[in-house]
């Protein structure tokens, strides 16, 4: 199984909602990652999970907060979104999280934030 | 800061003809992967290249590492529909983070 699932596919809420993004991996990757990507962007790196702690935090607003339950869990949790940050999140995993190791991606989830 | 420059951001040519996208950046790198991500997909990894130099081919894709591990080039011969996609180079420094480039948009019009 050489597959990131990710869900929701696609999710629609207001700036007042709370809502969480799901990620999974079995191909017992330790390391973990949350994406933000703009259209006809690059990705651009969030969160870093190594052996379910969290080792990079680029500076992301306090409105999203990573949790990460086991080794092949993570979550991202949405609270007092900003329409600005209607995007496509990705999250993918590697075996270790040092920069050279392969990444495998999830398809993403398609956020709007009305 | 962006590192990592990618070069055309767009392309559009017709089935058959070939090119070639350039990644460019005046940090060296200790190994260097070139993704291709499809709309509403996550990027797919498609090679890495780690040594100054280093040619390596898939099928009908070529990529090459510059020697002094800065640049890097994807060459595609004879392309298909199925190339079109969005091409993203993306370097590593030792343990630090991947850094992706600024993605090229490629089209293929059959």
């Known amino acids: 199984d050489t597959e990131v699932t990710q869900t929701p596919k696609h999710l629609v809420m207001g700036m007042t909602n709370k809502k969480s993004l799901k990620c999974e991996q079995h191909?017992?990757?330790?390391?973990m990652y949350w994406y933000k990507q703009k259209a006809k962007k690059p990705p651009e790196l969030m969160f870093v999970y190594s052996y379910e702690k969290l080792s990079i935090n680029e500076s992301v607003p306090s409105r999203f907060s990573p949790e990460c339950p086991n080794s092949s869990l993570l979550n991202l949790h949405l609270h007092a979104l900003q329409p600005e940050d209607s995007a496509l999140y990705l999250c993918?995993?590697?075996?270790?999280?040092?920069?050279?190791?392969?990444?495998?991606f999830g398809p993403g989830t398609r956020l709007t934030v009305l | 800061t962006q590192l990592l420059e990618q070069s055309p951001q767009f392309l559009s040519i017709q089935e058959g003809e070939n090119l070639t996208v350039y990644c460019n950046s005046s940090s060296v790198f200790s190994s260097l992967q070139w993704y291709r991500q499809e709309p509403g997909e996550g990027p797919v990894l498609l090679v890495t290249v780690v040594t100054g130099g280093e040619v390596k081919k898939l099928k009908r894709l070529t990529f090459q590492f510059g020697d002094a591990r800065k640049d890097s080039s994807l060459h595609i011969t004879a392309a298909q529909p199925g190339d079109t996609g969005l091409y993203l180079c993306?370097?590593?420094?030792?343990?630090?983070?991947?850094?992706f480039g600024t993605g090229t948009r490629l089209t293929i019009i059959p």
């Open positions: 191909m017992g990757h330790r390391a």
């Open positions: 993306a370097g590593a420094r030792g343990n630090e983070k991947l850094t």
């Open positions: 993918a995993s590697s075996q270790a999280s040092s920069g050279g190791a392969r990444q495998f």
